[in-house]
T-cell receptor, first 112, second 114 residues
Framework: GQQLNQSPQSMFIQEGEDVSMNCTSS?????WLWYKQEPGEGPVLLIA?????ELTSNGRLTAQFGITRKDSFLNISASIPSDVGIYFC????????????FGKGTLLTVNP | SQTIHQWPATLVQPVGSPLSLECTVE??????LYWYRQAAGRGLQLLFY??????ISSEVPQNLSASRPQDRQFILSSKKLLLSDSGFYLC?????????????FGQGTRLTVV
């Protein structure tokens, strides 16, 4: 099946640092979503992007829908310990109704 | 507001036993419903999705089946569990439109087959 390449796989940072992660694909996507999952819980939607070039913020989080429609990035500014978790990108491919394709996630660890 | 309930939270079952996981959504009508499995490697694998009562699409051939007996109820089943069925199972819903694929997840069920 189609895949999203999400990188990095993991990040170990100090509190206060900025974080950047991204997803790329060889396919065109109509929608990009970013989720955060904490241990033992379901993923929670952080940001949804629907237009190429769209830049959206949610507090300290900023995400962009790539202009080629094949990539997206998520930035977290001034990280805090509660940012710890796994961050997933997900996208709806063009012509793929109802279904999302997920990246394998970025495990973020924030050292106080 | 919409809410999704998934149970049980954890389950330990012997190999060969049956399985039934239930998911219900409140506060919306005719949602799209999904079952995902998340293995230790973290990726989410779509198992089944449903766009209406009695309509089930299977993504991966396997030892599992799904049913949607009511509009907001989605059930994941197995007649005989395998060790490889262990994992974290997530139910999700999205709005009843192909234009909106924002998926909202339940709390998940940790299944251990022993």
């Amino acid at each position: 099946g189609q895949q999203l390449n999400q990188s990095p796989q993991s990040m170990f940072i100090q509190e206060g640092e900025d974080v950047s992660m991204n997803c790329t694909s060889s396919s065109i996507f109509n929608t990009w979503l970013w989720y955060k999952q904490e241990p033992g819980e379901g993923p929670v939607l952080l940001i949804a992007l629907y237009k190429a070039g769209e830049l959206t913020s949610n507090g300290r989080l900023t995400a962009q829908f790539g202009i080629t429609r094949k990539d997206s990035f998520l930035n977290i500014s001034a990280s805090i310990p509660s940012d710890v978790g796994i961050y997933f990108c997900a996208g709806q491919m063009r012509g793929s109704n109802y279904k999302l394709t997920f990246g394998k996630g970025t495990l973020l660890t924030v050292n106080p | 507001s919409q809410t999704i309930h998934q149970w049980p939270a954890t389950l330990v079952q012997p190999v060969g036993s049956p399985l039934s996981l239930e998911c219900t959504v409140e506060g919306t009508s005719n949602p799209n419903l999904y079952w995902y499995r998340q293995a230790a490697g973290r990726g989410l694998q779509l198992l089944f999705y449903s766009v209406g009562i009695g309509q089930i699409s299977s993504e991966v051939p396997q030892n599992l089946s799904a049913s949607r007996p009511q509009d907001r109820q989605f059930i994941l089943s197995s007649k005989k569990l395998l060790l490889s069925d262990s994992g974290f199972y997530l139910c999700a819903w999205s709005r009843p439109s192909s234009l909106s694929t924002e998926a909202f997840f339940g709390q998940g069920t940790r299944l251990t087959v022993v």
